[in-house]
Structure formats: C-alpha cells, structure tokens
Nanobody
Framework: VQLQASGGGLVQAGESLRLSCVAS????????MGWYRQGAGKQRESVAD???????NYADSVKGRFTISQDNAKKTVYLQMNSLKPEDTAVYYC????????????????????WGQGTQVTVSS
C-alpha cells in the first residue's frame, strides 16, 4: 500500500488550496485517514482526520477554514484549505491507519500508520 499526496504550492494569504492523497495497492478497506503538517523547526501535528463512516476531527487552528473529505471508491482523501494564513506554511503529510489489503502472496493483512510523502504548502503574507 502506498499513499501519494499532491496539491501543495505557493499561495498568498487568504487564498485556497486543495490537497489530495490517493491510496494504491490491493486495498479492501481503510478505516481512518488524516492530514498532518510539520512547519520548519516544529513538531508534526494533526490537522484533520476522517473515519470510513465520515466522522471528522479538526485541529482548533484550522476549524472553519479547512475541510477534510473522502471518496471511498477512489481511495482518496482531500483537504480543502480556505483562507490560508502564513502560519499554515508547512509540509503536509497524509496518513492512513487500519488498512486492510492483500500482500503479494494474497495474504490479507491489516496495516497501521502508513504515511505518504509530504507536499509543501507555502503561504506568503
């Protein structure tokens, strides 16, 4: 199972970006996906997460500005980021947890805490 994040870029304060993260592999289910970010010199922090049933959680700093959503059929999670602020500048990572998939030998396994590569978001003032 691999996670591929995209959609980052350089924007001005107040503008929007939409991040996408696609999970690939012989996946049967993903119970939980989320977005994290890590600013320069800072620890990685949770931004938003969503369960397979659609329940969501957001960091206080992004509530009302960011929206996480998913397309289960496409095994994709999105992060719509509006009203971006310079303090949102960070590398954004997607995460998938409790992923049920088949190995190369057709064994069903549950995988935990999978990470994609980061995508850089830079917000200028």
């Amino acid at each position: 199972v691999q996670l591929q994040a995209s959609g980052g870029g350089l924007v001005q304060a107040g503008e929007s970006l939409r991040l996408s993260c696609v999970a690939s592999g012989r996946i049967f289910s993903i119970n939980h996906m989320g977005w994290y970010r890590q600013g320069a010199g800072k620890q990685r922090e949770s931004v938003a997460d969503i369960t397979s049933s659609g329940s969501t959680n957001y960091a206080d700093s992004v509530k009302g500005r960011f929206t996480i959503s998913q397309d289960n059929a496409k095994k994709t999670v999105y992060l719509q980021m509006n009203s971006l602020k310079p303090e949102d500048t960070a590398v954004y990572y997607c995460n998938a947890d409790q992923v049920g998939s088949l190995t190369d030998t057709a064994e069903f396994v549950w995988q935990k805490d999978l990470w994609g590569q980061g995508t850089q978001v830079t917000v200028s003032s």
